[in-house]
Each structure stands twice: as C-alpha cells, then as structure tokens.
C-alpha cells in the first residue's frame, strides 16, 4: 500500500501534550472537510503535489532521523487507504510515540484496537466558526482515554461556550486531556483565560500553535 505525503519535516511539536518536544511529521494529502480557518487548505487541493511512499519507506525515514515522536497529520491522515497498515508497522516499534491529528469526522473505533504502543489520537471537535461541527462525530469520544486528547479550536466566545457545553456533557475531562487552542489571530488569548476563570474550567489546558510564534505562521515545513 502506498500513501500520499505532501510534505515530511522535523521540528518541535507546536501543538498538545507534546509540544515543545521534538517531532517528525508526516502530511498527508486530501481533506473531507473544508474548515473555515484551514491552515493547510493547500494539502487537501486536488491538484497537490505529492510524494507516493510505502509504509516501510515511512518507518525508514522516520529511524534514519531518529526522532521518536511522530505527529501523523494533513490533510486528514486517516482518509489515506490502507492507513492501518501504516499504524500497524509504526506501533510495532516500541520507541517510536505515534501521535495521529484527526478531525472529529472519521470513526476512531477500528484504529483504536491495536493492542501495544497504539497511536494517541488528537480529536479535533470542530466548532461553529469552523462551519463543520454538523460532521462531529461524539461517537468517537467513548474510545478516547488518558493517552489521547480532545481538542477545541475556538474562534470567538460562542465557540467557548460551545465547547463547554461539550466538555460537560460527556465529562470529557474525567475521560481524556482536553485543549483549547485559539484559531490563530482570530481571538485574544486573554479572553479565553477570562472565560476559562469564569467558567471554572478545571482540568483544561490552553495552548497556542508555538510553531506560529517561533517561525513565520504562513511558513510551511516547520
Ligand atoms: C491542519 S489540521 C490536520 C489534521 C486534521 N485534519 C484536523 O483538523 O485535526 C491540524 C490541526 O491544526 C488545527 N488548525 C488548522 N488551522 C488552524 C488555525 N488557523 N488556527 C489554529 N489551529 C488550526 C486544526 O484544528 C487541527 O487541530
Ligand atoms: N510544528 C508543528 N507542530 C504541529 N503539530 C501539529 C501540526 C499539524 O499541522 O497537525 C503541526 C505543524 O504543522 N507544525
Ligand atoms: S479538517 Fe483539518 S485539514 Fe481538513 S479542513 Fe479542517 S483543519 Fe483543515
Ligand atoms: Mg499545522
């Protein structure tokens, strides 16, 4: 089975429990949704450049680095056919930390039953500004434990309180981490902390993109 990677870079991980730690990402091409803030809108065009690679050729690049944490993005990475063959080879090593960003679109159930070093999953709950939360699948949230994350991208103060409502009503944070993340520029992260005190939002971690701060935000590759 071959998949298709728009791009392959190393860097610090910008997002979620890893972030600030060293990371290897892999992207893959093509996206089921269509979010209002997409920062990669250019790896889900039609016409993207990309590179056909095997499983095996992913875990050699990845060991040729030696970098064990691995961030599985895009795009939407779990639309790539034949995936769990790529998650399979990957968790077989028990040095490598697999972590797969996901949408909230795509059901988790399958990819969850791999038994030793299985991938973490970062569950994106698309909100109202994105213009996608009709796809969210809650579903989802029951396979999610401590090693995985939920996270919320907000965009103005009814996505806060959106994601609240969320969080409460499947006790996410008794389940799994929970993050919120501004949309990049389009919040102050002010107003986020003003609402997390207000809302006594225990057990919540505010983060922000580091990658956005430490290099140019439209820059690719990092
Ligand atoms: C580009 S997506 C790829 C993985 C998957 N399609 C998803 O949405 O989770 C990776 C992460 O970037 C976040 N993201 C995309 N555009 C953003 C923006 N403008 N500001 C903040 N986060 C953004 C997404 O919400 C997601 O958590
Ligand atoms: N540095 C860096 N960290 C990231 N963590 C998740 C990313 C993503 O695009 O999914 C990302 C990214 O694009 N860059
Ligand atoms: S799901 Fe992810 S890749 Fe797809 S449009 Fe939304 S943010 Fe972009
Ligand atoms: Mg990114």
């Given at each position: 089975?071959?998949?298709?990677?728009v791009?392959?870079?190393?860097?610090?991980?910008?997002?979620?429990?890893?972030?600030?730690?060293?990371?290897?990402f892999?992207r893959?091409?093509?996206?089921?949704?269509?979010?209002?803030y997409?920062?990669?809108?250019?790896a889900?065009?039609?016409?993207?450049?990309?590179?056909?690679m095997?499983a095996?050729?992913?875990?050699?690049?990845?060991?040729?680095n030696?970098v064990?944490?691995?961030?599985?993005?895009?795009?939407?990475?779990?639309?790539?056919?034949?995936?769990?063959?790529?998650?399979?080879?990957?968790?077989?090593?028990?040095e490598?930390?697999?972590?797969?960003?996901?949408?909230?679109?795509?059901?988790?159930?399958?990819?969850?039953?791999?038994?030793?070093?299985?991938?973490?999953?970062?569950?994106?709950?698309?909100?109202?500004?994105?213009?996608?939360?009709?796809?969210?699948?809650?579903?989802?949230?029951?396979?999610?434990?401590?090693l995985d994350?939920?996270?919320?991208?907000?965009?103005?103060?009814?996505?806060?309180?959106?994601?609240?409502?969320?969080?409460?009503?499947?006790?996410?944070?008794?389940?799994?981490?929970?993050?919120?993340?501004?949309?990049?520029?389009?919040?102050?992260?002010?107003?986020?902390?003003?609402?997390?005190?207000?809302?006594?939002?225990?057990?919540?971690?505010?983060?922000?993109?580091?990658?956005?701060?430490?290099?140019?935000?439209?820059?690719?590759?990092?």
């Amino acid at each position: 089975m071959k998949f298709k990677v728009v791009e392959k870079f190393i860097s610090i991980n910008g997002e979620g429990k890893l972030s600030g730690q060293l990371a290897i990402f892999i992207r893959f091409a093509g996206c089921n949704l269509d979010c209002s803030y997409c920062d990669t809108r250019w790896a889900n065009e039609k016409d993207v450049e990309y590179e056909w690679m095997t499983a095996d050729q992913i875990y050699e690049y990845i060991k040729v680095n030696g970098v064990r944490n691995v961030t599985l993005t895009g795009g939407e990475p779990l639309l790539q056919k034949g995936i769990m063959e790529l998650l399979t080879v990957l968790s077989l090593d028990p040095e490598l930390v697999i972590e797969i960003e996901t949408n909230g679109s795509i059901e988790l159930g399958p990819f969850t039953k791999i038994e030793k070093n299985r991938p973490r999953f970062t569950m994106d709950y698309k909100l109202g500004s994105s213009q996608m939360e009709s796809k969210m699948l809650t579903s989802n949230f029951k396979y999610l434990g401590a090693l995985d994350t939920v996270k919320f991208v907000v965009g103005n103060i009814d996505d806060l309180k959106r994601a609240k409502h969320i969080i409460d009503q499947y006790q996410l944070v008794d389940k799994t981490s929970v993050y919120i993340s501004p949309v990049f520029g389009e919040i102050e992260m002010v107003q986020i902390v003003e609402f997390m005190k207000e809302n006594k939002m225990n057990g919540v971690t505010l983060q922000v993109q580091l990658h956005k701060i430490i290099w140019d935000p439209e820059k690719k590759g990092v």
